[in-house]
C-alpha cells in the first residue's frame, strides 16, 4: 500500500543530497516545499510539488488532502534514558525550591534513586513504562529514539534494561508482527482524524525505531563506593562481553565528567566497546573541563553529548575529529545551567545534533518541539537550524542518517502531519502538540 500526501503548505524535505550531516549556513537551508507532495510505501519514493504529482501514477494508492498542514521528516532523539522506573518528582520539587542536582545525589539520591526503582522493578513494568514513553514520543513526532541503560548499575539489570531497550527495538523494527502480550494498545488520541485520513487501528502497538546505548559507567553504585576501579573493572571484563555476545546495544557510552568516570577510565571501557564492534558515545564536559571532547575525538565516538562547558578549543577538536556535538537544552533548562554554546558552533562548523536526554532526572520530557522552542529561545537557534539538528544531524549522531533523518527518496518513510501551515508555527505555538498523524517506516499511526 502507497500513500500519497498532497496540497502539503509546508512541506519540510532537510534534502542532504546524500550527505550524512548538515553544517554551518546550510543548517538554515530546510528545503521547504509549497503546495508540496510526497508519495511513500516502506520508503519514500517520490517528493515533488502537488502540481507535478498529478501527472503520478497513483493506482494503487491512498490519497491524504493535507491543505493547510506541514510536513516534516519524524524526528531522531539521539539521547534519551527513557527505561527507568519510579518517579524523581519529590527531588525535582526540591529542585524547584533551590536545592542542587549535586547536592541531591550526594545525599544518595538523583540517579541513585534510579538505580534502586530499576533494581526493584520487573521487566513488566519496565517494558510498560518505556512504552508508554516511546509511544508518547512518536505522538509528538519522534519517529527514531536512541535508549541508554545506565539505572542498572550491576550486570544483571543493565541486561535486563537493555532487554527491554530490545523488546522496543522489535517493536519498532515489526510493527505489524505479533507483540509480547505484557505490552498495551496506543490509547486512541482525543483529537478526531479528519475524514481525509482513514482511521488509525484501534490496537496499535507502533513505536519509533529504537537505536540501543549500553551505558553501564553511567555512575558508580554504592556498594562500589569505596573502589571505583573495581567497578570499572566489572564494566570492561563482565557487562561488555555479555552486551557484545547477546547482541545487546549497537553504542557504548560512558559518563565522562568530574565526580562519575576519569578519563583514563572512560578510555578503557570504551576501547573495550570499540574491541567488541560497538560504536562509540560520551557524555561530556556537562559539569568540568576534564578532557572528555579530546577523548571523543581520539577515539573515533559518533558523539560527543552535552557540551554546556565546551569551549572554541573543544568545539574544533570534535569538528575537526568529525564527532557530532548533542545539544541537551532540557537539561540546562531544568538545572538552571549554563546552555551550551550553539551559536559559536554552529559558526566554527560543528555537526550540531539536539536531543532531549529524557530521563527522570535532569530533563523529564520525550518532545523534541519543546526541545527545539527552549534550544530557539535560550541557545539562539534559529527554526531551520533546530529542525536541521532534530532530524538529518540526530541520525548522524546515531550513523543511520543514510536510513532517515530527512525526506529523500530511498530512505525509510518517517513521516509527520502537523495540523499547522507552516513548520515555524512547531516552534512559535510552543507547549501544545500539533502532530496530526504520522507514518514509521510508511506504517500509519
Ligand atoms: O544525561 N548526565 C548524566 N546523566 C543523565 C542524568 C540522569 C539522571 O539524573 O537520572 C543526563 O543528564
Ligand atoms: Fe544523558
Redesign the pocket.
Known amino acids: 500500500m502507497k500513500t500519497l500526501l498532497t496540497n502539503i503548505a509546508s512541506l519540510v524535505t532537510v534534502r542532504a543530497n546524500g550527505a550524512p550531516y548538515i553544517t554551518g549556513e546550510a543548517m538554515r537551508d530546510i528545503d521547504e516545499i509549497l503546495q508540496g507532495a510526497i508519495l511513500f510505501g516502506d520508503t519514500i519514493e517520490w517528493v515533488g510539488t502537488a502540481e507535478e504529482a498529478k501527472h503520478l501514477d497513483l493506482a494503487d494508492a491512498d490519497l491524504i488532502d493535507c491543505s493547510g498542514k506541514t510536513v516534516m521528516p519524524g524526528f531522531v532523539d539521539s539521547?534519551?534514558?527513557m527505561v527507568f522506573a519510579g518517579s524523581r518528582a519529590h527531588e525535582f520539587a526540591r529542585r524547584v525550591a533551590g536545592a542542587t542536582y549535586a547536592e541531591i545525589a550526594a545525599e544518595g539520591g538523583g540517579i541513585l534513586t534510579t538505580m534502586k526503582a530499576v533494581r526493584q522493578a520487573t521487566e513488566d513494568e519496565l517494558a510498560a513504562n518505556a512504552q508508554r514513553l516511546l509511544q508518547s514520543a512518536l505522538r509528538h513526532g519522534t519517529t527514531t529514539v536512541e535508549i541508554?541503560s545506565?539505572y542498572g548499575l550491576d550486570t544483571e539489570t543493565e541486561l535486563k534494561m537493555l532487554k527491554i531497550g530490545t523488546r522496543c527495538q522489535v517493536l519498532g523494527t515489526h510493527a505489524q508482527s505479533p507483540v509480547p502480550s505484557t505490552l498495551s494498545p496506543v490509547p486512541s488520541t482525543s483529537s478526531p482524524v479528519p475524514s481525509t485520513l482513514s482511521p488509525v487501528p484501534s490496537t496499535s502497538y507502533l513505536v519509533p525505531h529504537v537505536v540501543r546505548t549500553f551505558?553501564g559507567a553511567?555512575a558508580v553504585p554504592p556498594e562500589w563506593k569505596r573502589d571505583p576501579e573495581g567497578y570499572v573493572n566489572i564494566v570492561i571484563n563482565e557487562m561488555l562481553p555479555r552486551v557484545a555476545e547477546e547482541g545487546l546495544a549497537e553504542f557504548c557510552?560512558v559518563?565522562t565528567d568530574a565526580g562519575f568516570f576519569t578519563v583514563e577510565q572512560s578510555t578503557r571501557i570504551l576501547n573495550k566497546a570499540k574491541e567488541l564492534g560497538l560504536k562509540l558515545k560520551v557524555?561530556a564536559d556537562e559539569i568540568a573541563l576534564i578532557g572528555a571532547s579530546q577523548m571523543a575525538a581520539e577515539l573515533g565516538c559518533i558523539s560527543a553529548?552535552?557540551l554546556e562547558h565546551s569551549t572554541i578549543e573543544e568545539v574544533r577538536i570534535l569538528r575537526d575529529a568529525g564527532v557530532v556535538c548533542t545539544l541537551?537544552p532540557g537539561?540546562a533548562y531544568t538545572l538552571r545551567l549554563p546552555y551550551p554554546d550553539a551559536r559559536m558552533m554552529i559558526s566554527e562548523g560543528a555537526i550540531v545534533a539536539l536531543a532531549t536526554?529524557c530521563?527522570p532526572g535532569?530533563?523529564y520530557s520525550e518532545s523534541m518541539p519543546t526541545i527545539m522552542s527552549i534550544a530557539c529561545m535560550n541557545m539562539r537557534m534559529s527554526i531551520e537550524e533546530a529542525i536541521t539538528a532534530s532530524t538529518i544531524n540526530g541520525a548522524a549522531a546515531l550513523g543511520i542518517s543514510h536510513l532517515c533523518g530527512s525526506l529523500e527518496v530511498g530512505k525509510r518513510a518517517d513521516v509527520v502531519l502537523y495540523d499547522t501551515p507552516s513548520y515555524k508555527d512547531i516552534v512559535y505555538h510552543y507547549g501544545v502538540n500539533q502532530v496530526r498523524a504520522g507514518w514509521v517506516g510508511g506504517i500509519r499511526y
Open positions: 539521547h534519551t534514558h541508554k545506565g551505558l553511567h557510552d559518563f557524555h553529548d552535552h541537551l537539561t536526554d530521563n535532569s530533563s
